[in-house]
């Protein structure tokens, strides 16, 4: 599924071709690959106004405070113009305002992503992944999926019960 929407969809991106004699006319292309440049604005945005945020909590800000009506009030819809669902919209249009002051963030250090790629693919895969052949996850804690520190949850389904820990971090005025 997605994370988040963004504006993006038939955006035309047009450059001048290189020919012989010059540039001639217009090449264009039509996708949706320009919603990535206004989510990494956003993320810009967000990381002026707090520079000491790791890109998680800036992520985790993006996602917490997406909007998940459209912008008359009416629910997103997918490109059948049928209610859009979480796999159609991931946590819902991204609000640049929003982002700036969520409240609330999860946050995800360095070591929790390595311990999380140690789980899934041990040694081996951490070094490839950080390109580091010294690295070791002999010191990391294991930290399976559904236990890393993000705003979406996910879960293995099991028939016995299952606890799902998250810590936030007041990131607004203290009340």
Known sequence: ?????????NIIAAW??????GSGPFNIRSGTSMSTPH?????????????DWSAAAIKSAILTTADITDSAGGPILDEQHQ?????AMGAGHANPIKA????????????E?????CALLGDQGLATIARDPTLSCKMLPKIPEAQLNYPSITVPLR?????VNRT???VGPIN
Do not use: C, E
């Open 1 to 9: 599924k997605p994370d988040i929407l963004a504006p993006g969809l």
């Open 159 to 163: 028939t016995r019960p299952f606890t």
């Open 168 to 170: 936030v971090t007041n």
């Open 100 to 111: 700036i002051d969520p409240g609330l963030v999860y946050d995800l250090s360095i070591t």
């Open 83 to 87: 209610r859009a669902t979480a796999y």
């Open 16 to 21: 001048p071709p290189l020919t012989i004699l």
């Open 113 to 117: 992503y390595a311990g999380y790629i």
């Open 39 to 51: 989510v990494s604005g956003i993320a810009a945005l967000v990381k002026s106004s707090h520079p």
